[in-house]
């Protein structure tokens, strides 16, 4: 993955709140919406994500655009631009659109009428809009379909009947070794000479009950560029549970990266508390080298300690500021609420504004019961933009409150004008 650290701007300018999809930069951005457009379209026009296919910011934008009453235009104008950003805007645009936005609907049917990335617009608006929104395209798209292209698979092609279905899955090839007993596999492994079939041997493995004389021949099998395990070799070691921690707290002091973190893995999942410095060590190493993507794991394994891990919640406060990983956000603050829950209310109240589904979720369950929150829950339950999930969520916790807390509580969506948390 192309590190992009020394790209983003600091993690308490609202330029770096928005990069990050942070609930703040939202609530801050509606102080200033004219001053904050560039900034918004900007982040459409290029991928800030650290992982394109986790981290969340579609929602995070139209919320912005729409919120902040910022004209679409600028956002459909990305649609002829290179086919990434018009990727990144189409997902925006047909939010927009559920959301009402005739404009926005608009304009990705005209780039599906005109457009260069027509098809890849087309089949993400059958995958999100109802049927009638896009089932009229259907002469347009015959028209625009070139004969000897890739055939198109999947709707609306499907529908339309320009494809007879989706392909057949292929039929389970044999997996090699799958056949031999588990002795046999451990006695591959074990072999140097075998080293061509390990890759095999280990995938047989991991489908099977765990095999505790795998633990010893782990060390042994280093990859060639020492730094990724064979595949499916974390997987067949954390199937041996805690007889795996002996083994595990050597590894984690390898110099080998691919057996340390493997190590690492099994302490966070099975290690006892005499593993917690090694686990906060680990988070440590990720912060000086701000290595984002991982961290999540050693701050859950934290987590089932409670307080006897407190060393770590200075290290997991700045990952949670700091991480433009979003997706792993939502890890650092369960481990927060396990290990330092004091003022993280104002933590949750933010969230109920951010990126990530599984934060907001968090935020829903535990935001405390104050006006403002009320509101927001309203807004999420309302919006239909939001995933099912939050929308359900909110909803319910709503519902549990008592008509004078605002259980009946009912509003239109958030506008600008509601005072920032700071």
Known sequence: MTQRRFEYAPAGTLVGLVQRGRGLGARMAA???????????????????????VDDRHLYLARLVR???????????????????????TRVLELLAL?????????????????????????????????????????????????????????????????????????????????ETSARLLELLADPAESG?????????AGREPEPGLSPLVPSLGPADGEYPLPLLSRA??????????????????????????????????GAVQDVPVLVAELERA????????????????????????????????????TPHSYERAAYLEALAAIGPAG???????????????????????????????????YLRDDPMEEPAVRAAAGERLAALSPEQGGSLKTGPYRPGMRPLR
């Open 31 to 53: 102080e200033a919406p004219e001053a904050v457009a560039e900034l918004v379209y900007g982040c459409i026009r290029r991928d800030w994500r650290w992982d394109g296919q």
């Open 67 to 89: 919120d902040l009453e910022l004209p679409v235009g600028p956002v459909a104008g990305l649609l002829a631009a290179g086919e990434d950003a018009c990727r990144r805007a």
């Open 99 to 179: 959301d009402g936005s005739a404009e926005a609907r608009e304009a990705l049917r005209a780039h599906v009428r005109d457009g260069e990335h027509w098809r890849a617009v087309l089949e993400s608006v059958a995958d999100a809009w109802p049927v009638g929104w896009w089932d009229d395209l259907a002469a347009v798209a015959r028209e625009r379909l070139e004969p000897g292209t890739e055939e198109p698979w999947g709707e609306p092609w499907v529908r339309w009947g320009l494809v007879v279905a989706r392909p057949e899955p292929q039929r389970r090839r044999p997996v090699p070794c799958e056949g």
């Open 197 to 205: 079939r390990w890759r095999e041997a280990v995938r047989a493995l």
């Open 237 to 270: 070691v954390l199937e041996l549970g805690v007889a795996a921690v002996p083994a595990a707290r050597e590894w984690a002091a390898a110099d080998a990266p691919w057996l340390a973190g493997l190590g690492h893995e099994v302490l966070a999942r099975y």
């Open 287 to 322: 912060w000086v080298e701000q290595q984002w993507c991982g961290p999540d794991g050693p701050a859950l394994g934290l987590a089932r300690f409670g307080a006897e891990a407190e060393g770590a919640v200075s290290l997991l406060r700045r990952f949670w500021l700091w």
């Open 344 to 378: 993280l209310a104002e933590t949750y109240v933010e969230c109920l504004w951010g990126c990530e589904e599984n934060e907001r979720l968090l935020a829903v369950a535990h935001a405390p019961d104050r006006p403002e929150v009320r509101e927001r829950l309203a």
